[in-house]
């Protein structure tokens, strides 16, 4: 399978613990793009890079909220002090920019895994 | 503020019909839309997009068209299968800006 994986698909905390989440980018894709979604709404940016470079957040993304991509591969996503308002899904998403159709639309498709739920009691 | 509107939650289509699904943006400043598609328990799958300098875009039984004076746009499937039956997301983007902002989503059920 050579799509974008997300680990743990599914986490469950504690209000206040902290928790990591782990994507694996299609491996050519140089962009890695992050979103939560909550019940009954789409998908909300969060933020993203292109190689090891963080470029661009969201408001969204409070200070308890960080993100890395340490080698320009895969990235974390932690949350640390957990909120019951956190419990969303965080969705993972790569892309190629630059190259081929995407370069002659000046823009790149993002495509997306399958996601992790995370539950805070 | 909803930047980008599917204002139908819902959609039943009777299998082999059409399928349409709207959307209307409000920023002027989106140049490019993308049609995502989504089953339960999975991520969005990218189905279809255009850029603002087209009005429409085909590609096999999926077509968008694009009415920028309107800001709408809508995807049309023909024919309808019991396999399209998802959640349809409409999506835009900016060209300056990676940040894709999308819809709430349109869920289609095509009846067999």
């Known amino acids: 399978d050579t799509g974008v994986s997300q680990d743990p698909r599914h986490k469950i905390t504690k209000r206040g613990q902290n928790v990591t989440f782990r994507c694996d980018p299609i491996?050519?894709?140089?962009?890695l793009y992050w979103y939560r979604q909550t019940l009954g709404q789409g998908p909300e940016f969060l933020t993203y890079?292109?190689?090891?470079?963080?470029?661009?957040k969201s408001r969204l993304l409070s200070d308890r909220f960080s993100a890395e991509r340490p080698k320009g591969s895969f990235s974390t996503l932690e949350i640390q002090r957990t909120e019951q308002g956190d419990s969303a899904m965080y969705l993972c998403?790569?892309?190629?920019?630059?190259?081929?159709?995407?370069?002659?639309?000046?823009?790149?498709?993002?495509?997306f895994g399958p996601g992790t739920r995370l539950t805070v009691l | 503020d909803q930047q980008v509107k599917q204002n139908s939650p819902s959609l039943s289509v009777q299998e082999g019909r059409i399928s349409i699904l709207n959307c209307d943006y409000t920023?002027?400043?989106?140049?490019?839309f993308l049609w995502y598609k989504k089953y339960p328990a999975e991520g969005p799958t990218f189905l279809i997009s255009?850029?603002?300098?087209?009005d429409k875009n085909e590609d096999g039984r999926f077509t968008v068209f694009l009415n920028k004076s309107a800001k709408h746009l809508s995807l049309h499937i023909v024919p309808s299968q019991p396999g399209d039956s998802a959640v349809y997301f409409c999506?835009?983007?900016?060209?300056?800006?990676?940040?894709?902002?999308f819809g709430i989503g349109t869920k289609l059920q095509v009846i067999p």
């Open positions: 491996s050519e894709h140089n962009r």
């Open positions: 999506a835009a983007r900016s060209g300056g800006y990676q940040k894709v902002t």
């Open positions: 920023n002027s400043m989106f140049d490019y």
């Open positions: 255009i850029s603002s300098i087209k």
């Open positions: 998403a790569s892309s190629l920019y630059g190259v081929g159709r995407d370069r002659e639309a000046g823009t790149d498709t993002q495509y």
């Open positions: 890079f292109q190689n090891e470079a963080q470029l661009e």
